[in-house]
Structure formats: structure tokens, C-alpha cells
């Protein structure tokens, strides 16, 4: 793996973690967190700045990886090029409105705190300015529809993958609760959690399809070149994470399990699958397109 590849991975993970947060903050707001087992607000807040404090670490890490990336281990961490790479060059430019947008991000879920209302939003704005700013450092800059395409798969994924992870993560910030109450949070929220499932399922679909079809000369470049195959590796990844999220919204919903059964092992190998997909993005957004070689 290589330092460019680390720091994009480094910073996904934390922004598909707060958009966890603010995708469970909805469906707080939709469903009612008294109808819950515990209310999940306060604990919501506590994450939801500590996932933006991990986000504005990792964007402006993602510069050090980037400066080691260009002059080596030895030399990449020296201020003179960390500088140059930061504040000087054309891809620094374009990093700092990451930098920007993941501190509004901080921000805001420092705010939010206090006050749910304002910090929800100042946050919402810095997390969709993260997600634009992202694609400027990436293959999509220069192409608007690209750019818009790659924007809204992130936050798809997010919307998904990131909810998905955080309702997981929800019972473990509570005071020692038991395993049938941990159960019970699960499978409330997960009941809650499909038609934003579906929501950013149908964004990461319908925007991966589109870039596909944008970065891809040539159907045939999915197995005679390096980023189609990478691209193929995803997609077959992202198929088993939608059939295990099928799969475990049928074993949620229709099966006759009480409400503080454990919940099925599928909904585990969702989430690692998850990751995986999570993974090849990474890769394949520093791997040279088809017409770029």
C-alpha cells in the first residue's frame, strides 16, 4: 500500500463514520428516540465529535502522506516540504478546502454539544463540503460530472455503510448494558435504518455505474487493465455487501426472532464486506485510469 493510498483510506474512514452519525441523528428524528430501549442523543453528540475530531486529523495528516508520497520517508516530514506540498503546490490548493470543510465539520459537532440544532447543520455543511472537496484531489477534478458522481457516491456510502457501523458502535458508548438490551438497540435502529439503507445503496449504485461508464474507455479494460480490475474487485465486493443487506432486512423484518434475540451472523459479514469495499476505493482512486497510461 502506498502513502497516497493510506491517506485517502484515513480519511474515508472517519468522514463515513460522521455521516453514521448525522444518518442516525435522522432517524432519531424520524422514529422517535423515547421508542427505543435508551435514548441515543447524548451519545450520538459524543461521537459525532469525536469521529469529526478523527476527520480533521486525517485530512490534514493525508498532507504528511502526501509529502512522504513525493520525497520519501526521510525527507517528506521536513517543514520545507511539508510546506511545499501543503501550501505551495497545485495539489495542496486544492487540498486545503478539504482541510477547510473538515474543520467546519469539527466545528459544528463541537457545537452540537450545546446546541443540537445549529451544530447539526454547521456539521451537515462541513461533512457535503469533505465529500465535494475530496474528488479535487482525485481522478474526477476537472470533469464536473465526475466531480458531482464521485461527491454523491461518498456520501452514499456514507449514508449506508457509515449508519450501519455506528448503530453498531451505539450500545458500546452506553453504561454497561446488558446483552439482551444491546440486542434490542440493534435490531430497533436496524428496523429504523433500511429505507436510508436503500437511500445510499441507490446513490452508491447509480454514481458508481455513471463513473464507471465515465473512466472506462472500453468495457474490456475491466480485465486487462489495472483500475478495471481493481474496479471489478469493487464491485463484486459491493454486490455481497447488498445481497447480505437483502438477506439480513429479510431476517430483520419477516423472521418470528423475539426482539432481544442476538442479531444474525450475516449482519457482521455485512459490515466486514463493507470495509473491504471501503479498501478497494482506496486503491483505486490513486490507481491511473484506462487513457492515463
Given at each position: 500500500?502506498?502513502?497516497?493510498?493510506?491517506?485517502?483510506?484515513?480519511?474515508?474512514?472517519?468522514?463515513?463514520?460522521?455521516?453514521?452519525?448525522?444518518?442516525?441523528?435522522?432517524?432519531?428524528?424520524?422514529?422517535?428516540?423515547?421508542?427505543?430501549?435508551?435514548?441515543?442523543?447524548?451519545?450520538?453528540?459524543?461521537?459525532?465529535?469525536?469521529?469529526?475530531?478523527?476527520?480533521?486529523?486525517?485530512?490534514?495528516?493525508?498532507?504528511?502522506?502526501?509529502?512522504?508520497?513525493?520525497?520519501?520517508?526521510?525527507?517528506?516530514?521536513?517543514?520545507?516540504?511539508?510546506?511545499?506540498?501543503?501550501?505551495?503546490?497545485?495539489?495542496?490548493?486544492?487540498?486545503?478546502?478539504?482541510?477547510?470543510?473538515?474543520?467546519v465539520t469539527a466545528l459544528g459537532s463541537l457545537v452540537l454539544l450545546k446546541s443540537p440544532v445549529a451544530g447539526g447543520?454547521?456539521?451537515?455543511?462541513?461533512?457535503?463540503?469533505?465529500?465535494?472537496?475530496?474528488?479535487?484531489?482525485?481522478?474526477?477534478?476537472?470533469?464536473?460530472?465526475?466531480?458531482?458522481?464521485?461527491?454523491?457516491?461518498?456520501?452514499?456510502?456514507?449514508?449506508?455503510?457509515?449508519?450501519?457501523?455506528?448503530?453498531?458502535?451505539?450500545?458500546?458508548?452506553?453504561?454497561?448494558?446488558?446483552?439482551?438490551?444491546?440486542?434490542?438497540?440493534?435490531?430497533?435502529?436496524?428496523?429504523?435504518?433500511?429505507?436510508?439503507?436503500?437511500?445510499?445503496?441507490?446513490?452508491?449504485?447509480?454514481?458508481?455505474?455513471?463513473?464507471?461508464?465515465?473512466?472506462?474507455?472500453?468495457?474490456?479494460?475491466?480485465?486487462?487493465?489495472?483500475?478495471?480490475?481493481?474496479?471489478?474487485?469493487?464491485?463484486?465486493?459491493?454486490?455481497?455487501?447488498?445481497?447480505?443487506?437483502?438477506?439480513?432486512?429479510?431476517?430483520?423484518?419477516?423472521?418470528?426472532?423475539?426482539?432481544?434475540?442476538?442479531?444474525?451472523?450475516?449482519?457482521?459479514?455485512?459490515?466486514?464486506?463493507?470495509?473491504?469495499?471501503?479498501?478497494?476505493?482506496?486503491?483505486?482512486?490513486?490507481?491511473?485510469?484506462?487513457?492515463?497510461?
Open positions: 500500500m502506498s502513502w497516497e493510498v493510506a491517506g485517502r483510506w484515513s480519511v474515508y474512514l472517519p468522514l463515513l463514520l460522521v455521516c453514521g452519525v448525522l444518518g442516525v441523528r435522522l432517524l432519531v428524528a424520524v422514529r422517535g428516540a423515547a421508542l427505543s430501549v435508551r435514548d441515543p442523543r447524548i451519545a450520538l453528540r459524543r461521537l459525532g465529535w469525536l469521529f469529526a475530531m478523527l476527520l480533521l486529523a486525517a485530512v490534514l495528516l493525508r498532507a504528511g502522506f502526501q509529502s512522504i508520497e513525493a520525497w520519501g520517508p526521510s525527507e517528506g516530514l521536513s517543514y520545507e516540504n511539508l510546506r511545499a506540498v501543503a501550501l505551495e503546490s497545485r495539489w495542496g490548493g486544492r487540498w486545503q478546502w478539504q482541510a477547510a470543510a473538515a474543520a447543520l454547521i456539521a451537515s455543511l462541513g461533512v457535503l463540503g469533505v465529500a465535494a472537496g475530496l474528488p479535487m484531489t482525485g481522478h474526477a477534478y476537472g470533469n464536473p460530472l465526475a466531480w458531482v458522481a464521485q461527491s454523491v457516491h461518498i456520501l452514499g456510502a456514507g449514508f449506508w455503510i457509515g449508519t450501519l457501523v455506528v448503530v453498531f458502535l451505539l450500545p458500546l458508548t452506553l453504561s454497561v448494558p446488558s446483552r439482551a438490551e444491546v440486542a434490542s438497540m440493534h435490531r430497533y435502529w436496524l428496523r429504523a435504518f433500511w429505507p436510508l439503507a436503500v437511500t445510499g445503496a441507490s446513490m452508491l449504485v447509480l454514481s458508481g455505474g455513471l463513473l464507471a461508464f465515465l473512466y472506462l474507455p472500453a468495457w474490456e479494460t475491466l480485465w486487462t487493465d489495472p483500475y478495471g480490475q481493481i474496479l471489478l474487485v469493487k464491485v463484486g465486493l459491493s454486490l455481497c455487501v447488498l445481497c447480505f443487506g437483502a438477506v439480513n432486512y429479510v431476517r430483520i423484518h419477516f423472521r418470528p426472532d423475539l426482539h432481544t434475540d442476538p442479531l444474525p451472523r450475516t449482519v457482521a459479514l455485512e459490515v466486514v464486506f463493507a470495509f473491504l469495499v471501503l479498501a478497494a476505493t482506496g486503491l483505486l482512486t490513486s490507481t491511473a485510469q484506462p487513457d492515463m497510461h
